[in-house]
């Protein structure tokens, strides 16, 4: 049976996510920084709490955590260790609140890194800082009992096999808590399942396969073989992307997003399958409850 997840923020249910930025924070002295950080990455777990909640109340069955959950973590300038906030024991316990409340109700969260997480990149300072984030997210994924950390496969830089083979150099050498939640996504520019599934396949990385992205990269694979191909990839159940595009398939740009997700989009065969398929769609949980609501499954 399919568990659709949600993606990160609400349209109308009154949750958010709090954020900075290191220019306002940069007016503060670090001690004043550092309490204002506290406050807020406190808050964002307990909204977190929030949207499990929500989702359990609504048979939403996975929910995909924002990448800036703790905000600036990683920035040059105000980044932190959650050891240094105040009050950070209650700040991780929190979070864990959050991965005992998901794994006693059978919710699945999920991360997906910001595009600029590149790990095929030929500049080393870009990798480095993609491998920072991802530690940190890593973190956070421990403590509420995330079991995915999605990222593209970046460039191309104009070698795709050059850029692969960089790509598979950076994950073998991933620590464990981010190689063994690492997956690897098709985009609908650069890199196709055809081109993915080899490297998942050799490397034991699990393929997200968004048939959105595959619609607008075709590269020669079905969709049911391009289904089957990611599901061999997958230890765990798997994880798979579902959107519409804004003006339809017949517009110049088919890959912008709908609010919406059309149901004939949704591949006839993922609906007797036991899957994640994160609804990538800008009316959030309007969306996914609009789409159960046609499926009978609310």
Known sequence: ???????????????????????????????????????????????????????????????????????????????????????????????????????????????????????????????????????????????????????????????KLSALKRLERTIAALSEPVRKRLTLENDDKSYSPADLLPLCLRMGIPLVYDVHHHRCLNDGLSIEEATLGSTKTWDREPVFHISSPKNGWGASDIRKHHDYIDVKDLPESWLSMDITVEVEAKAKELAILKLMQELNMN
């Open 1 to 159: 049976m399919i568990r659709f997840g949600l993606c990160c923020i609400f349209k109308e249910y009154p949750i958010k996510f709090r954020q900075t930025t290191a220019r306002y924070l940069s007016q503060f002295s670090r001690k004043e920084q550092r309490e204002k950080l506290s406050v807020l990455c406190l808050t964002n777990a307990k909204n977190l709490m929030g949207a499990l909640q929500f989702c359990h109340q609504n048979r939403i069955g996975s929910f995909r955590i924002n990448s800036q959950i703790l905000p600036l973590k990683t920035h040059p300038d105000t980044g932190y260790d959650i050891a240094d906030l105040p009050g950070s024991d209650h700040i991780i316990d929190t979070f864990k609140g959050c991965g005992i409340f998901s794994r006693t109700h059978n919710i699945r969260t999920t991360f997906h890194p910001d595009q600029f997480i590149v790990l095929s990149s030929p500049t080393s300072g870009v990798v480095e800082r993609s491998i920072a984030d991802l530690e940190y997210q890593a973190q956070v994924a421990q403590w509420v009992n995330a079991d995915v950390i999605n990222i593209h496969g970046g460039g191309v830089y104009g070698d």
